[in-house]
């Protein structure tokens, strides 16, 4: 009777007393915000000096309120408020009080005063905070000595920099202005309008209003920024108006953005005729943030990147300047599907981000076809399958349940598996048939939010499909996994037909349960007289049977056609290794698929290491990079976890020398003019496996040359121009192995003089190979010096994890420096602190001790316990597949 007797009780009392009773009936939202409440513009006016430790503000919001309250919820993080006024529709002002209800999480709430009946109310809000030292919201860097204050809002970081609706699913105009160092230079999502003076030594910023945006695009940086004008982007088929196109950079570095400039306009006229919608943001400044927690950030009109993805010379690495197209398209993409249309909840986090990840691929292998943006989809979607095997792995739609779900969505699971998942399906219905259903998602939703139904409910009315092809699409997108699709060859009425069944990818050890369906559209590509052929089926049952016309009992099957299908295959020994015999016949992104089910055949206990050897070295003499490489992974696994004696690692060196070094010395060590960028790549990949990490003795040389050059001094400088500039990272980490104590004190002596990005990736790249455990202390030690970026600290603690000795060191170092680690990251890295302490692990003891340390702690971590969870698993895994193994066989 008590369950009832207290809602029964509110119900009588608020028949009587009517909206009194709204005062505080409802408990802290520590999920979403209750939607009685909602924000429909805000007027956000900044005082920012990079100089200062603090900022202060204004948040002006019109709130429309659909029930009586005498209060509203919000988000604000470590906000001083100084005060508040609401003022209701009448035009009369009441003093607010701002409550920091659930400082944690940033939830506040702001006290009325009195209950006010539905309207729409203004809130302003007077506050000051620090300028965050973490990279979060509204954050202080420096370039060359000079602070500049910088943007970083997603996912949920806003609260940091004002007070307001933090949720995505919340889209309003902003009016914004700042008020600066009249010497500073300010920008923000939306073209300046204005600029007045401010008192003594400061200038106000004007902007235009903005389009409807949720808080996490809100963007603006403001510091002596070089500010680079880029190719005017002309009007279109599907713009009536011109894009003015800038480059922003730290002083004295504007002049190396002309590359990216000139390669922007393509990028945006192949997306404007993809979604036959025009860039709707006016301006496009691209800005190259002097430190930055993630790769890049889509703020429209205002998109963020690492310095080194935008700051390009003539002789930059080739993997900067791939890197920067391809990241570039990723976030252009973004201004349609994440910008013009956003996500209603974090859930869908893959509508934003595995969007932008499938579109990019498809931009770079229109414009730079030479670039394989479509080998880079199915080693992305293989990469995630790696992750997504684990039972601990999440849902591309992963219910959100706290702050450390959200941080932790953003992963190979919510990018390159949704990307593949889309790739997928795009193959089933047809690339004209998804476009037309992506252009009807974009034009019904624009300026909108949108949820994962909305999109399949378009690309299946584009297609004509039905309840069977939005279950399939569902079955990706709601259960995690990955497909497990045996197949084996059979006649049946005399046809030949390919037997299938599926089930859930486990590798050995894993306690998961097999017993997954998914609707699968799987594809094969099978011989014939003729040479080969195409089948496809939607296996949406555990069992199902495919006819293969033309073929034979003889025929060789490859089950997933052009490497486009998310799942593994599987088939018998023999039936694997005739394929193999046929690599020839496959194309390139098929050969791919089949060295993902030689490692996946391998992990799941049905190959040794001496199957595996045989099975993966036809795949060394391919010409693509992308395919002569990708054994390198599986083998590298079998040498360091399971070889054991001085003559299986030999067995496996001698292999990796013969596979590689051929094409390294025909490559050279030094880059040749007008090379394919492709040679550069390949170049630096092989010189780094067989120098570092096989240690072969005639590569060592070669780059122990360079990185001795690179280190004597000139001018008072290391002279890093010496060494080829694609290798001189891997140069560099000879150096300081073979040098020793005189090279790791020289580059850390030069980091802090070294603004070039590209440049301080080598340093800290070679500085995380020192494998003498005095010198790998020192370098660990200064990951947490101030004159390491914040961003830059993962590059020096990744090192060092081959051996279990390295990787007691790390965990170590780790444990007695765990506050300072925190304390220096911020909880937006939260869920990769497991990882950073203990990845690498392949033993019980090692998972025991990670448990230990952190059974604790998680919970105090945004996204630690999912880290935790996932890094646990991964070296039970290691554990259990190195048990299973015989390393005699690596002898066979």
């Not at 202390?777 to 020096?796: H, I, T």
Request: charged letters at 25%; a neutral charge.
């Amino acid at each position: 009777m008590r369950g009832l007797a207290r809602p029964l009780l509110l119900t009588a009392l608020a028949a009587c007393c009517g909206a009194a009773l709204a005062a505080h009936a409802d408990e802290v939202p520590h999920g979403k915000l209750p939607r009685w409440a909602i924000p429909e513009h805000y007027q956000l006016a900044f005082k920012v000096d990079p100089r200062q430790q603090d900022f202060s503000g204004t948040t002006t919001i019109k709130v429309k309120l659909t029930q009586a309250s005498d209060h509203v919820w919000l988000h604000g993080h470590d906000l001083k408020v100084a005060k508040v006024v609401v003022t209701d529709a009448a035009g009369k002002r009441h003093a607010g009080k701002y409550v920091d209800a659930a400082p944690k999480e940033g939830v506040a709430r702001i006290d009325f005063g009195s209950t006010l009946e539905p309207q729409e109310i203004t809130l302003a809000i007077d506050y000051s905070a620090p300028l965050n030292l973490q990279l979060q919201g509204l954050y202080k860097v420096s370039h060359k000595g000079q602070p500049y204050a910088m943007t970083q809002m997603e996912p949920i970081s806003a609260r940091y920099a004002f007070p307001g609706f933090d949720e995505p699913g919340f889209k309003t105009p902003y009016d914004i202005s700042l008020t600066i160092p009249k010497d500073e230079v300010g920008a923000a999502n939306t073209p300046q309008v204005r600029e007045t003076p401010a008192g003594d030594g400061w200038k106000t910023l004007t902007f235009a209003r903005t389009p409807p945006l949720p808080t996490y695009l809100v963007a603006f940086g403001v510091g002596p920024w070089d500010v680079q004008p880029g190719p005017t982007i002309p009007a279109g088929a599907y713009r009536k108006e011109p894009i003015e196109l800038r480059g922003i950079a730290a002083r004295g570095e504007g002049h190396r953005m002309q590359h990216v400039l000139s390669e922007t306009p393509s990028i945006i006229k192949t997306l404007e005729d993809y979604y036959g919608f025009g860039y709707p943001f006016g301006k496009l400044d691209l800005v190259a943030a002097p430190d930055f927690s993630a790769g890049a950030m889509e703020n429209p009109g205002f998109v963020t990147f690492r310095d080194w993805l935008l700051l390009l010379d003539p002789d930059s690495p080739a993997q900067y300047v791939r890197g920067s197209f391809n990241v570039t398209a990723h976030e252009l993409a973004h201004q349609w599907t994440g910008d013009t249309v956003t996500l209603a909840w974090w859930d869908d986090l893959w509508l934003n981000e595995a969007f932008a990840t499938w579109m990019q691929q498809k931009v770079t292998q229109k414009v730079h076809p030479e670039y394989r943006a479509d080998l880079d989809r199915v080693r992305g979607a293989e990469g995630a399958m790696n992750g997504d095997s684990l039972v601990t792995t999440r849902k591309i739609r992963q219910p959100i349940t706290g702050n450390g779900d959200i941080e932790t969505a953003f992963d190979g699971i919510t990018y390159q598996k949704g990307a593949a998942v889309l790739g997928m399906f795009e193959g089933y219905v047809g690339e004209a048939t998804f476009q037309k259903g992506m252009r009807a998602y974009i034009q019904q939703h624009k300026f909108g939010n949108a949820t994962a139904d909305d999109l399949i409910d378009a690309i299946a009315l584009a297609a004509d499909k039905g309840a069977d092809f939005k279950q399939a699409f569902r079955s990706f997108l709601d259960q995690p996994g990955v497909p497990y699709v045996q197949t084996k060859l059979a006649q049946q009425g005399g046809k030949t037909v390919l037997e299938l069944s599926q089930s859930r990818y486990l590798p050995v050890g894993s306690k998961g349960d097999a017993n997954h369906v998914w609707g699968v559209p799987v594809c094969v590509r099978y011989g014939v007289a003729s040479g080969s052929k195409v089948s496809c089926e939607l296996l949406d049952r555990p069992r199902g049977t495919m006819v293969l016309e033309g073929a034979t009992a003889s025929s060789w099957v490859l089950p997933n056609a052009n490497g486009s299908g998310y799942y593994r295959f599987g088939m018998a020994k023999a039936d694997l290794a005739a394929l193999g015999r046929r690599i020839g016949k496959l194309d390139d992104a098929e050969q791919l698929a089949y060295a993902d089910a030689v490692g996946a055949a391998f992990r799941h206990g049905d190959l040794d290491a001496g199957d595996v050897l045989a099975a993966l070295k036809p795949l060394t003499a391919s010409k693509v990079r992308e395919v002569a490489t990708a054994p390198i992974g599986t083998i590298g696994w079998i040498y360091h976890q399971e070889a054991q004696t001085d003559a299986q690692r030999a067995r496996i060196v001698a292999w990796m020398k013969d596979a590689y070094l051929p094409e390294l010395r025909a490559l050279g060590y030094r880059r040749k003019a007008g090379e394919a960028d492709g040679d550069s790549l390949m170049r630096s990949t092989l010189a780094e496996l067989l120098g570092l990490d096989y240690k072969l003795p005639e590569v060592r040389a070669e780059l122990l040359k360079q990185g001795d050059a690179a280190l004597k001094a000139k001018d008072g400088r290391l002279d890093f121009a010496a060494a080829d500039p694609d290798l001189l990272g891997a140069a560099l980490g000879v150096a300081v192995q073979e040098r020793g104590k005189g090279a790791v004190d020289a580059l850390i002596a030069e980091l802090p003089k070294t603004s070039d990005p590209a440049l301080r990736n080598a340093i800290l790249a070679g500085l995380s190979e020192a494998d003498d455990p005095a010198l790998a202390e020192q370098v660990r030690n200064f990951a947490l010096d101030k004159q390491v970026k914040v961003g830059e600290m993962a590059a020096l603690l990744r090192g060092g994890r081959d051996t279990q000795a390295q990787r007691d060191a790390v965990w170590n170092w780790s444990v007695a420096n765990y506050d300072r680690i925190l304390a220096r990251t911020g909880s937006f890295a939260g869920g990769r602190l497991p990882a950073m302490m203990g990845g690498g692990g392949c033993s019980q003891a090692e998972a025991e001790r990670l448990q230990a340390f952190f059974k604790t702690r998680a919970k105090d971590v945004a996204g630690a316990e999912r880290g935790l969870a996932q890094t646990t698993e991964s070296t039970l895994l290691c554990a259990a597949l190195k048990a299973r193994q015989d390393p005699a066989a690596i002898l066979r």
